[in-house]
């Protein structure tokens, strides 16, 4: 049974790609509905298993690599931890394939579309469930290779080559740091099945690696090594820049993309290697919150100065990311996957719905060309509402369990960075809020400010296919979080006990904090939700008319006012990440690239060993041997002496030798 939930997709995949010729649109529809149905039932019985009885269980198919001691299997581990993932993946993928089917129907390329999605969701398996270290590396490299073919689905447009090119060179820098920890275990632990590296590590905590004539904790090098594979592949700060532009592929890729695949395979990475993270110096995990809260202060603050309604719902994603990983800093790793499973639920149910409104509005994504929708969509309304209700925390939302407890778990940690952190997801939280409620003011209240053929042909498709999705999303981001907070993060729960490993958590402690601080969390997002209406109902109009003024009177200086411009612009350009990364590291690499090696090596010392230099010589070689043959019977009779003895020493050296 286990094995099959890593069959169907790639089965899929096959039947769509080599037999949509036969089989046909509607034909493919049908045969992703039984495949995606059988995967839900096949995933749902695997949580009940474990929720019934935790246990690790390895599939073993065939091996793969023998040569002499050296042995790898491909093999697969299903256990508290993999199977809550499954299901949430398979759960997700189920309805954005399905919505997928009205989204993509008039596209040329939609089966080869639909067979990508179930490809991209069978390499995101293989790297979840995997038991060693290659097997997580074919499936990491796998969604990686995927990204980039959905992202580049619609090829004839220049943004969709580009920012699939660029997710996949940003994404090389982590795929060289997950090799670098990999060649690490094994020269450490002389393995690459993962529990066995698991058992090994308590005994090798005080060994060293030499690393540049620097002697570092050989544990601790691993640790970093995946945690910036992780922020590779998790788009935290510093390796974020990809994620943004990714929004360039059609919304359902968007949908998969950030809420249950891809971008969450880092983090996954980092709850899959908690024994080792564990016995890592406590130094590591203050890096990891102090990354994590800058990656959610740096997603939610962009966000809110943001006017493509995909491009919001994404820096969105890189803010609830960064969550993820303070948790996973914090040592509380069943917190990250709370959140994860949570996140992917409104997530999903937020692009969804704005591929909906996008849809609908003949292909309008600039928010300040929308406004007044709320009664052209009542369902992408309410649903856009709910999602964004959950994805600011609001009480009693699913966001709200596992949000909040990020905040209760950093409040006591005592990491050093803690309270910098601290400080950071607080901003974080009210710009949140803020954004959420500027995204529903801008698309649907206030005025119309979009085309007017738009409005007058503008409907919510009606579709079955855009309404179950939507419908169930929704159910799941009010209730998901209530229904699963003791399951994840319950103190008497033991579900991960035998998959996740616990040494410096101080969920126990959080528990017991004063009740004022459990509020601040609400405070910000209410803070954050108050003015963010103020300033829209009240100011908007008034600080643009200020502006205007001080810009056309001519004796005002100018130094007085234009760092209110200045500040709306850092973060409109998303910091000034892009920027710095294409001026001082990629033109000059380029250049040097042109002027070192391509004139001087490509053209140059390559040119004259290789192809060049050896076409020179033969002309010399040519030219001389010719001048021999002049006719004289003497030159002649010697160049005939000088080859038989080649020959006879050619065949005296064969024979004997």
């Given at each position: 049974?286990?094995?099959s ?7 899929t ?17 049908i ?91 069978g ?13 997580l ?8 290779l ?25 994404n090389?820098?982590?795929?060289c740091?997950l ?7 094994w020269?450490l632990?002389?393995?690459?099945d ?38 590779g ?56 919150i ?16 943001q ?66 929708l ?6 992408c ?7 964004n209700?959950s ?48 995204l ?8 119309a ?20 999705p ?27 006990a ?17 009740p ?5 969390p ?66 000059p ?14 053209r ?30 003497s ?8 080859g038989?003895?080649i020959?006879?020493l ?8």
């Amino acid at each position: 049974m286990e094995f099959s939930i890593i069959v169907i997709p790639f089965l899929t995949y096959l039947i769509l790609t080599f037999f949509k010729k036969y089989i046909g649109f509607d034909g493919s529809k049908i045969i992703i509905i039984i495949g995606q149905l059988i995967l839900l039932v096949l995933s749902e019985m695997l949580v009940m298993m474990q929720l019934m009885n935790p246990q690790i269980l390895i599939c073993d198919v065939f091996n793969l690599i023998k040569i002499d001691y050296f042995k790898v299997d491909l093999s697969f581990t299903f256990d508290s931890v993999t199977s809550i993932v499954t299901c949430v993946i398979n759960m997700i993928a189920s309805l954005v394939i399905y919505y997928s089917f009205e989204y993509m129907k008039d596209d040329p390329r939609v089966i080869q579309f639909l067979a990508h999605l179930n490809l991209f969701v069978g390499c995101m398996l293989v790297l979840v469930t995997a038991s060693n270290l290659i097997v997580l590396f074919i499936g990491w490299e796998g969604v990686g290779l995927c990204s980039y073919l959905l992202i580049n689905h619609w090829y004839q447009r220049l943004q969709a080559n580009k920012a699939a090119i660029k997710a996949m060179v940003m994404n090389r820098i982590g795929d060289c740091f997950l090799i670098l920890a990999f060649i690490s275990s094994w020269k450490l632990w002389g393995t690459f099945d993962l529990y066995t590296i698991f058992v090994l590590v308590p005994g090798t905590v005080k060994c060293t690696f030499n690393i540049i004539f620097f002697e570092v904790n050989a544990v601790t090098a691993i640790g970093f090594f995946l945690f910036i594979a992780a922020v590779g592949k998790s788009a935290q700060i510093g390796l974020h820049t990809w994620l943004p532009d990714a929004m360039e592929g059609p919304t359902p890729v968007s949908a998969l993309l950030h809420a249950a695949t891809m971008v969450t395979a880092g983090v996954i990475l980092l709850v899959r290697f908690s024994p080792v993270l564990e016995f890592a110096s406590p130094t590591l995990h203050s890096l990891m919150i102090c990354i994590g809260s800058l990656t959610s202060l740096f997603g939610a603050s962009t966000a809110l100065f943001q006017y493509d309604l995909k491009r919001i719902i994404a820096f969105s994603t890189c803010s609830q990311l960064g969550l993820m990983i303070v948790a996973i800093g914090l040592s509380n790793y069943q917190l990250a996957l709370f959140h994860f499973s949570n996140h992917a639920f409104f997530k999903a149910l937020l692009f969804l719905s704005a591929g909906v409104i996008i849809h609908g509005f003949f292909g309008e994504q600039d928010i300040r060309r929308m406004g007044a929708l709320k009664k052209l969509f009542p369902l992408c309304y309410t649903t856009f509402f709910i999602g964004n209700l959950s994805l600011a925390g609001f009480p009693f939302t699913s966001g709200y369990y596992s949000k909040d407890s990020i905040f209760e778990n950093l409040l006591v940690s005592p990491l050093q960075g803690a309270f910098f952190s601290y400080i950071n997801i607080a901003l974080a939280s009210v710009f949140t809020a803020a954004y959420s409620v500027r995204l529903m003011y801008f698309v649907f209240f206030g005025e119309a400010h979009g085309r007017r053929q738009n409005y007058e042909k503008a409907h919510e498709n009606p579709s079955v296919f855009f309404q179950v999705p939507l419908t169930i999303l929704t159910i799941y981001s009010i209730f998901i979080g209530y229904l699963t907070k003791e399951i994840f993060i319950g103190l008497g729960s033991s579900f991960f006990a035998s998959s996740i490993l616990n040494l410096h958590s101080y969920a126990i402690e959080a528990e017991f904090i004063d009740p004022l601080f459990k509020l601040i969390p609400l405070m910000c997002g209410i803070f954050g939700s108050v003015t963010t209406l103020i300033y829209l109902k009240v100011y908007r109009k008034r600080f643009h008319q200020y502006l205007v003024t001080k810009f056309i009177d001519s004796d005002v200086d100018i130094n007085s006012w234009i760092w209110e411009l200045e500040v709306i612009k850092f973060f409109n350009k998303r910091w000034y990440f892009d920027i710095v990364y294409v001026e001082y590291i990629v033109r000059p690499l380029l250049l040097i690239s042109e002027r070192v090696s391509k004139n001087i090596l490509d053209r140059g010392y390559f040119s004259l060993i290789g192809p060049v230099g050896l076409s020179r010589f033969i002309d010399y070689l040519s030219n001389h041997i010719n001048k021999i043959n002049n006719g004289i019977l003497s030159n002649l009779l010697f160049i005939l002496v000088i080859g038989l003895q080649i020959i006879f020493l050619l065949a005296l050296y064969i024979t004997f030798f």
